[in-house]
């Protein structure tokens, strides 16, 4: 068995990555740097093509001419050179001009284009960034509920509905993904996209770089780390059909069906339970189903009779002077917790400023880590993230005092404001905002207490997926750019409000930007903490 065993391992090559790593794909902003790094290399290997064309050009030319004047020279060689002309440009170009056209042939075009690949080559994404974008698509399709069929033709909802528009994927790209997920130990998606991959190469799409033969091998061996064994079994047999030579698929085809007789002496009970492995081997997330239904608009709490006690107003905080001739707009997303959004709060003009700032300054968010009180990078927060400061620019100081005018909550004690834009899949895996009990040291470094309140302006459409979900609650939020969504995260004793959790879904298409203010207890008065607590009391939590 143990040698069964060896013929059944399948090696893959090492993954190498640089040292310098930019996480490009944890942001879309970014990215789009790289599109225009990419439409300069184009522009560069184009002048190349012309100057090899102009190249050839010249050298076509010139072998055209000879071409004529060699057949005319053959046909009497003699009378040809009798001409003096004819024999001294003979021995002209014999001695000089095939010299030249040889330094010619020999001159090499592509300096240029090479070195200016060379030097674009180091702010390129490395293998961590192609890992991180083929896991992503990954998360879609579960979040989602996508076919691999639907995301290789890239009909995916909120994309462009005109078939030259839509991007799709090679058998080698699906091959690709199929290899990340191995790679990974991820056997689910290992097998949903080399079936994916086999599917193209049978309906007719060529690869230079990939076979059935290949394919198949990858395909026995996750299906079988699945607990099936009989389709281990029959993709083996075929893989054979095409390579009878293949020595792990020789081992594998006697392994497999020894393990089969075997698994068929066992009792009528036991054979139905396979020994399938978990969709989510390494998952820590109890809620994900919840999520992940909510994330898609399924599953959302909430009576007619409750929705029907949420309202839109204009509002301007107790006659606040600078609110009572023109109130915002203030709309209620939720009764419980108390959820409200403000529309138009933020113009284009200010929200581009924003990101005009953010942008070169955009790094991997962080979250809280609860051991350490330290912030650091988590798997599941994909986005990249940077902070302003009000002292920056006019418009900063401004959304902060508009936070506070409209709020009632003073900022001065306030974190900075953080500017996320989310990358490929991006999203942020359901958290609290507040410092819970168990990690007393989470904002120990600031001072300010713990968050009591947290502002989301949403600064950008997203044209599918990417919305703010309530786990507890079963309440979902939609991006809408120039829109503001506010609630409190503790209670006006201090202690937090668990029905907060919250999470950010991943984006399917579109390119999410927010920014967020966390308002801390320090510098509060009691009346304002309550004011909107107060409030909240006057909707029924339940029905």
């Not at 509905?161 to 997920?181: E, I, N, Y």
């Not at 991006?479 to 907060?500: E, I």
Request: proline share 4%.
């Amino acid at each position: 068995m143990a040698a069964s065993w060896l013929f059944f391992c399948v090696l893959l090559p090492c993954v190498t990555s640089s040292s310098a790593h930019s996480d490009f794909f944890t942001s879309i902003g970014q990215m789009t740097d790289l599109l225009f790094t990419e439409k300069d290399l184009v522009t560069s290997l184009k002048d190349y093509i012309r100057a090899e064309e102009t190249k050839l050009e010249q050298i076509r030319r010139w072998a055209d001419k000879l071409d004529v004047l060699a057949a005319a020279a053959t046909q009497d060689p003699e009378s040809f050179l009798g001409h003096p002309v004819n024999a001294f440009k003979l021995m002209k170009r014999l001695n000089t001009e095939w010299g030249e056209l040889e330094n010619l042939v020999l001159t090499d075009m592509s300096d240029g284009f090479i070195s200016n690949l060379t030097i674009q080559r180091q702010h390129f994404p490395n293998d961590d960034d192609q890992t991180g974008a083929a896991k992503a698509l990954m998360r879609l399709q579960d979040t989602y509920q996508l076919d691999t069929d639907t995301i290789s033709t890239g009909q995916l909802p909120g994309s462009s509905s005109m078939a030259s528009l839509r991007p799709t994927m090679t058998v080698d790209d699906c091959f690709d993904l199929g290899k990340v997920a191995y790679s990974e130990a991820d056997y689910y998606h290992t097998e949903l996209w080399m079936v994916q991959a086999l599917k193209q190469l049978d309906q007719g799409e060529t690869s230079n770089t990939v076979d059935a033969v290949t394919i198949l091998d990858y395909l026995s061996y996750s299906v079988y780390q699945q607990g099936e064994l009989e389709r281990a079994l029959d993709f083996t047999r075929r893989l054979l059909e095409l390579d009878g030579t293949h020595q792990r698929a020789n081992g594998n085809l006697k392994y497999f069906e020894y393990q089969l007789a075997k698994q068929k002496k066992v009792e009528v009970g036991e054979k139905g339970e396979g020994r399938q492995m978990p969709r989510h081997p390494d998952d820590y997330l109890p809620e994900r189903r919840k999520y992940e239904q909510l994330c898609r608009g399924e599953g959302v709490k909430m009576t007619p009779r409750r929705q029907s006690r949420l309202f839109c107003r204009y509002y301007d905080n107790n006659r606040h002077p600078r609110y009572m001739i023109g109130p915002v707009k203030q709309e209620d997303e939720w009764d419980s917790p108390r959820i409200v959004r403000y529309h138009d709060i933020v113009s284009d003009k200010e929200m581009e400023k924003v990101k005009e700032l953010a942008k070169p300054r955009l790094r991997r968010a962080t979250v809280h880590d609860p051991q350490t009180g330290k912030l650091t990078t988590a798997h599941y927060r994909v986005s990249k993230s940077a902070w302003l400061g009000a002292y920056e620019h006019p418009v900063i100081d401004k959304i902060n005092q508009r936070i506070e005018d409209i709020t009632g909550l003073d900022v001065s004690t306030a974190e900075d404001l953080q500017v996320a834009n989310y990358g490929v899949g991006g999203q942020y895996e359901p958290h609290f905002d507040f410092g819970r009990k168990d990690e007393p040291d989470a904002f120990e470094e600031l001072g300010t207490g713990n968050r009591i309140a947290t502002w989301l302006l949403y600064m950008s459409d997203v044209q599918s997926g990417g919305a703010t979900v309530f786990t507890d609650v079963r309440a979902a939020v939609w991006p809408k750019k120039g829109t503001a969504v506010f609630w409190y995260n503790l209670f006006p004793s201090g202690d937090g409000d668990y029905r907060t959790r919250h999470a950010a879904c991943p984006v399917l298409v579109g390119n999410k930007w927010v920014s967020n203010k966390w308002i801390h207890e320090r510098g509060q008065e009691f009346r304002r903490r309550c004011s909107l607590q107060e409030t909240t009391e006057s909707f029924s939590s339940v029905d």
